[in-house]
């Protein structure tokens, strides 16, 4: 580090940072997923040939094993007091202040579905994430938290179970839209599960869809990294292949919603280590 000049020594032998670099340290948090995205390096440059005859990657979360859960957990732990805090609670606050049955969708490491659990010990909260090392860091994480009020399962956004046709007042889904490869399944099979009256929310990377936006957002350059090596090849993994990925963005994520036949009660932004957009949603109904 200091060889590269990121760190400095003074002349009392005191590591320093100097102060003009203080802002990148923000993006530390990140350093580590690099690793984790080069495992699929090979795989991208296979497809980008011109020679290449797959479309897409066959590629799934789960493809990355412990590592990328590892990391996604760690990074969500840190951060999800802040999260509740300052993005989700205010909205249910204003949209949805009782709530019995909530379910998370593509849940991850449960981080969000376990501290909304305990922070309402009368609802019951259901997780669903289709890879299985997620939902055994979840099912751990609840049991050490020793929380009764929170379930996970095995499940495809794409087909969630039949029974639970209008059984949920409160849906969400943190950072995984962009992610799929079917949008529109995704939201139906949401809007399916949610009861008449019920709250969806779906949470996505504050990035623009204009690129001449997001011109000098350190954020967005290490989201489209991001995006490029996991995100956008997701979506790009199955039929319909929407491709989508973090450059999609969240004005064409809002039209999107609103084509769904979604009411947008409320577009919210926040920033805790990253910046992050809030769609909170209601069906219409008979349509
Ligand atoms: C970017 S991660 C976000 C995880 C979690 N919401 C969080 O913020 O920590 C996206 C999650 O969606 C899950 N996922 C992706 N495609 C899915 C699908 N078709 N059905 C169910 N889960 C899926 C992945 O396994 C992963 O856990």
Not at 21 to 32: E, K, N, V
Not at 64 to 71: C, E, I, N, R, T
Not at 81 to 87: E, H, M
Request: glycine residues 6%; contains cysteine.
């Amino acid at each position: 580090m200091v060889a590269a000049k990121i760190i400095f020594i003074d002349d009392n032998e005191k590591y320093y940072i100097p102060e003009k670099f203080h802002d990148s340290l923000g993006m530390a948090w990140y350093a580590p997923f690099i690793t984790v995205l080069a495992k699929r390096y090979e795989a991208m440059q296979e497809v980008c040939q011109e020679s290449s005859t797959k479309n897409g990657l066959d590629v799934y979360f789960g493809d990355f094993g412990k590592s990328f859960f590892d990391w996604i957990d760690a990074e969500r732990r840190q951060f999800v007091d802040g999260r509740l805090d300052k993005g989700f609670l205010p909205i249910l606050q204003k949209h949805k202040k009782e709530f019995n049955m909530a379910l998370e969708v593509g849940c991850g490491s449960g981080i969000l579905a376990n501290a909304l659990a305990k922070r309402n010990p009368n609802a019951t909260i259901i997780g669903i994430d289709y890879a299985d090392e997620s939902l055994r860091k979840a099912k751990l994480h609840a049991k050490n938290e020793n929380l009764k009020n929170v379930e996970y399962y095995g499940h495809d956004i794409t087909s969630l179970p039949v029974e639970w046709t209008n059984r949920f007042d409160l849906v969400l889904m943190f950072d995984f839209l962009h992610d799929t490869s079917d949008p529109v399944k995704c939201v139906s099979e949401m809007k399916r599960v949610l009861m008449k009256d019920g709250l969806l929310v779906i949470a996505d990377p504050n990035i623009s869809s204009y690129q001449k936006k997001n011109e000098g957002n350190v954020l967005a350059s290490a989201f489209y990294s991001i995006s490029l090596f996991n995100c956008l090849p997701n979506s790009l993994s199955k039929k319909p292949e929407a491709g989508l990925g973090i450059g999609w963005g969240f004005e064409n994520e809002r039209d999107f919603l609103i084509s769904q036949n979604l009411e947008i009660l409320e577009t919210y932004d926040f920033t805790i280590n990253e910046h992050s957009v809030l769609f909170a949603c209601k069906k219409i109904e008979n349509v």
